[in-house]
């Protein structure tokens, strides 16, 4: 089993969601349907299209990045973003084929 590491943007683009999870799929949907705790940030902001992801293959490592994430600059994050996915373009996990 791994983890991930994850970025959620509003439609706007204005609001960055970065979070960690073992089942991309399941967080995915609890953020959509503003479930639990999953829904408070995401759900106030909008957040539930997924444009970026990475796997780390223990919470640890998966954590420690999320947190490294998160202290970056909006610019640093964006160019992350870009850099894998030019267009920001939502990934659907049933079609991705990495």
């Not at 705790?37 to 490592?61: H, V, W």
């Not at 970056?72 to 659907?92: F, M, Q, V, Y």
């Amino acid at each position: 089993m791994g983890f991930f590491v994850y970025i959620l943007p509003n439609q706007a683009r204005t609001v960055l969601y970065i979070g960690v999870t073992n089942d991309l799929e399941r967080r995915l949907h609890e953020h959509s349907q503003g479930l639990g705790d999953a829904g408070k940030f995401t759900g106030r902001y909008q957040c539930n299209l997924l444009i970026y992801f990475e796997s780390s293959p223990d919470a640890t490592q998966a954590i420690a990045r999320e947190k490294q994430l998160k202290k970056w600059s909006r610019a640093k994050k964006e160019a992350l973003i870009t850099a894998l996915n030019p267009g920001w373009t939502p990934i659907d996990l049933h079609t991705w084929a990495g």
